[in-house]
């Protein structure tokens, strides 16, 4: 027997799961190896797995594709430790906050014991899934915002690691409430996700895309969805072109943020799909092309549809989605643009960085997970660490710039803002008049390198810098409160600005001094 078997005597599992799926339990367990013999943890056991017929192992593809995920995560995790000076054995220091932890994993791919292959994750005591939590009580708009704010921090960072989730749902992503009041969301189960270690054949290793409708009913995108409605067998047809699960990432956090503004359940009241078959899937396709609209041209030729494919289905535009969204019953027209940004084709689709850079989310109410972001230093995003590096156009995303030296965004004049950039703002040009005043003239000198540290400041923390600005006004007129305090004083006991006779009173050289450095601030 492996000494890190179930039943080695290493851990002290509860018999009652308290989550089952598939192909897994998931139990709590204590780990007499770990430092604190007494913290618990979510033990998650795989279900061992023979196929009549089968010569390999007994684990899951789903089950070893989760384990391997978290070997890259846990390299990154390691990598993030090094550069900041730590060790790296205190890589969890630099996990990312929305995503669970993972404290250990062991695969038998011989066993046909259950306990023989497990995976420790971090246990989330106080957490709830997305689906309670949504149904258990009313959503204010601030829960909203958060919970899809971090929704897309979290996709970015792992698109960027080559990573997508592939299968956001509200049964997949935990929420609780934070000390602040605000939700607090961690992503779990990465077993449909793909990677650059996913151990799926061809169009899935390494590549991002994949091939075939999967994931949890109601969160089926249009890209994955069309060719049942298009062929008999898409699959066995060899038509099926491969699509981009991240993109895909990104549409199904689309449908969480519709569900969670309008109270509906995706599956029933949305995009209706009773059961995953070809015939059902062929139906909620066209019900997604309704919502989005048919593609054309260029758009439709990167997705394979064939000609003739929804052409009694008008053809999509952005419009078309915010009106969509409007008769769903969102009101919030910040929200409305971003979900349109997102519940839309796949060549229309913003990325997730892009989507954490929208003026919705600039909101003092998220200045607490901004915080988090920074000090856990997953925070700017890359593509704001450089001057005028966002670049969006008014109809499509495009390619973000990460040229020092490249324009102003062009964005539509619903999107603008008139005050700040940053993270969270489309940039405007910065170029100001000239200065006249002679007020600004005598301090040009050390007013342009102040201007420029200002700016430094503004590209590294975008928004968070409009609440360091604030602050600092804030101290600012506090210590001119101070020196007004202390002449006052100075004045009362006759000491003039230098120290001079003021009425009848006069001050000697040495207690001149003393009164100076006393009000010195």
Not at 86 to 105: A, D, M, Q, T
Not at 137 to 158: G, N
Request: hydrophobic fraction near 35%; glycine fraction near 10%; charged fraction near 20%.
């Amino acid at each position: 027997m492996s000494s890190n078997s179930i039943f080695s005597g290493r851990f002290d599992v509860q018999a009652q799961p308290f989550g089952e799926g598939a192909y897994s339990t998931v139990h709590r367990a204590k780990d007499r190896a770990y430092p604190d013999p007494n913290r618990l943890f979510a033990m998650k056991i795989f279900k061992p797995v023979r196929r009549p017929g089968a010569t390999g192992g007994t684990i899951h593809l789903s089950s070893l594709n989760e384990v391997l995920l978290y070997d890259v995560l846990q390299s990154n995790a390691e990598a993030r430790a090094l550069a900041a000076g730590r060790s790296k054995e205190l890589y969890r220091s630099g996990w990312h906050p929305n995503i669970v932890k993972r404290y250990g994993s062991f695969l038998d791919h011989s066993s046909t014991r259950q306990g023989d292959q497990w995976l420790q994750l971090e246990l989330l005591d106080g957490y709830q899934s997305a689906d309670k939590w949504m149904t258990s009580s009313v959503l204010s708009d601030a829960d909203i915002k958060a919970v899809l704010y971090q929704s897309v921090r979290m996709l970015a960072f792992l698109h960027e690691l080559g990573i997508a989730h592939g299968d956001i749902s509200r049964a997949n992503l935990l929420v609780r409430r934070g000390e602040g009041g605000l939700p607090i969301m961690k992503a779990i189960d990465f077993g449909l996700s793909v990677h650059p270690k996913t151990p799926y054949g061809g169009h899935g290793e390494g590549s991002g895309t994949f091939q075939g409708a999967k994931g949890t009913p109601g969160y089926v995108t249009p890209e994955m969805a069309w060719p049942y409605a298009a062929h008999d067998d898409p699959i066995g047809c060899g038509l099926f072109p491969a699509y981009s699960v991240r993109q895909g990432d990104i549409f199904q956090a689309g449908v969480l943020g519709l569900e969670m503004a309008t109270g509906k359940n995706s599956w029933k009241d949305i995009f209706p799909l009773a059961t995953p078959s070809n015939t059902e899937l062929a139906n909620v396709s066209r019900t997604l092309f309704d919502f989005t609209g048919r593609p054309t041209g260029n758009e439709a030729a990167a997705m394979g549809l064939p000609p003739g494919l929804f052409r009694d289905i008008d053809v999509s535009s952005g419009e078309r989605s915010k009106a969509k969204i409007r008769q769903l019953g969102v009101q919030h027209e910040g929200l409305i643009s971003v979900l349109s940004k997102m519940l839309c084709l796949p060549t229309c689709r913003w990325t997730a960085a892009q989507l954490a850079c929208h003026p919705y989310f600039d909101d003092p109410a998220l200045t607490p997970l901004f915080a988090e972001y920074i000090a856990l230093g997953f925070f700017p995003p890359t593509h704001t660490t450089a001057p005028h590096a966002m670049s969006i156009s008014a109809s499509r995303p495009e390619e973000l710039s990460t040229s020092a030296g490249s324009s102003a965004a062009a964005v539509s004049p619903q999107e603008t803002t008139t005050s700040g950039v940053g993270p969270h703002r489309f940039r405007r040009s910065r170029r100001k008049s000239p200065r006249t005043s002679s007020r600004r003239k005598s301090s040009a000198r050390g007013g342009s390198r102040r201007h420029r540290l200002h700016e430094g400041l503004l590209d590294a923390f975008g928004s968070t810098a409009q609440v360091l600005r604030r602050a600092a006004k804030r101290v600012k007129k506090a210590i001119m409160k101070v020196h007004k305090a202390l002449r006052r004083k100075a004045s009362s006991v006759g000491l003039g600005r230098r120290g001079r006779r003021t009425g009848s009173a006069w001050v000697r050289g040495g207690e001149r001094k003393k009164m100076r450095s006393s009000l010195h601030v």
